[in-house]
T-cell receptor, first 113, second 113 residues
Framework: NAGVTQTPKFQVLKTGQSMTLQCAQD?????MYWYRQDPGMGLRLIYY???????DKGEVPNGYNVSRLNKREFSLRLESAAPSQTSVYFC????????????FGNGTRLTVT | EDKVVQSPLSLVVHEGDTVTLNCSYE??????LLWYKQEKKAPTFLFML????IEKKSGRLSSILDKKELFSILNITATQTGDSAVYLCVFMAGGTSYGKLTFGQGTILTVHP
C-alpha cells in the first residue's frame, strides 16, 4: 500500500518562481490536507479539503493555492515563491475530517533562495 | 486559544528502559486526542483516544486519556533504539472548530544501545 505519495521529495526555487507540489492517496479517504513544518513552529495547516469539490483555508494560507483534482489528488501551488516559504511540506489524508486520524506523506523539502 | 503541552521536551534513556510521555491540554471543544511518532520523515499515527480511562495498546506502546484531569500519557516499555523519534500529541477539536488539529511541541526521545 502506497498510502500518501508526495512529489517531488526535494525542490530548490529562486524567489519569484512558481511550482506545484503533488499529492495522491490510495486509501479512498474523503479529506486531504497540506501542512508546513518549520523548526520551533510545529506543523501548521495551510489548506484542507474536507471532501471532493471543497477546499478551505487553514492557519497559514497566504502565498498558496490548492486544487482538489479528484478524490485521490490534492495539489499545492506556490505562485511566486518567497524565502519565507522555505519549509518541509506534508500532505495528509483522513477518512473523514474530525472523526479519523490523519495519515501523512513523506514530505517535500523546499528551499527558496 | 487551545493549548497542548507536552513534557518532557526531551528524554534520553537506554534500551530496555520504560518511558512515560505526558500531554496536557487546555481546550474548549474536545473531540479526540491523537499520538504520532515522527522520525526523519512523516508523522506516523499511533493512537486516537476519545474516551477517558480506556487504554489503547499496540505492542510495547500504550496510551490512556483522562478527560477530567485533561491529560494523556504514552508509555513505551522495553525501549529499543528504533523508538528514538519525536512523539507528537495532537488535539482534535469539535464544536465550531470541528476537525481542527492543535499540535503539541513534541517530546524528543533518544534511546541509546
Amino acid at each position: 500500500n502506497a498510502g500518501v505519495t508526495q512529489t517531488p521529495k526535494f525542490q530548490v526555487l529562486k524567489t519569484g518562481q512558481s511550482m506545484t507540489l503533488q499529492c495522491a492517496q490510495d486509501m479512498n479517504h474523503n479529506s486531504m490536507y497540506w501542512y508546513r513544518q518549520d523548526p520551533g513552529m510545529g506543523l501548521r495547516l495551510i489548506y484542507y479539503s474536507a471532501s471532493e469539490g471543497t477546499t478551505d483555508k487553514g492557519e497559514v494560507p497566504n502565498g498558496y493555492n490548492v486544487s482538489r483534482l479528484n478524490k485521490r489528488e490534492f495539489s499545492l501551488r506556490l505562485e511566486s515563491a518567497a524565502p519565507s516559504q522555505t519549509s518541509v511540506y506534508f500532505c495528509a489524508s483522513s477518512k473523514d475530517r474530525g472523526r479519523s486520524p490523519l495519515h501523512f506523506g513523506n514530505g517535500t523539502r523546499l528551499t527558496v533562495t | 486559544e487551545d493549548k497542548v503541552v507536552q513534557s518532557p521536551l526531551s528524554l534520553v534513556v537506554h534500551e530496555g528502559d520504560t518511558v512515560t510521555l505526558n500531554c496536557s491540554y487546555e481546550v474548549t471543544n474536545f473531540r479526540s486526542l491523537l499520538w504520532y511518532k515522527q522520525e526523519k520523515k512523516a508523522p506516523t499515527f499511533l493512537f486516537m483516544l476519545t474516551s477517558s480511562g480506556i487504554e489503547k495498546k499496540s505492542g510495547r506502546l500504550s496510551s490512556i486519556l483522562d478527560k477530567k484531569e485533561l491529560f494523556s500519557i504514552l508509555n513505551i516499555t522495553a525501549t529499543q533504539t528504533g523508538d528514538s523519534a519525536v512523539y507528537l500529541c495532537v488535539f482534535m477539536a469539535g464544536g465550531t472548530s470541528y476537525g481542527k488539529l492543535t499540535f503539541g511541541q513534541g517530546t524528543i526521545l533518544t534511546v541509546h544501545p
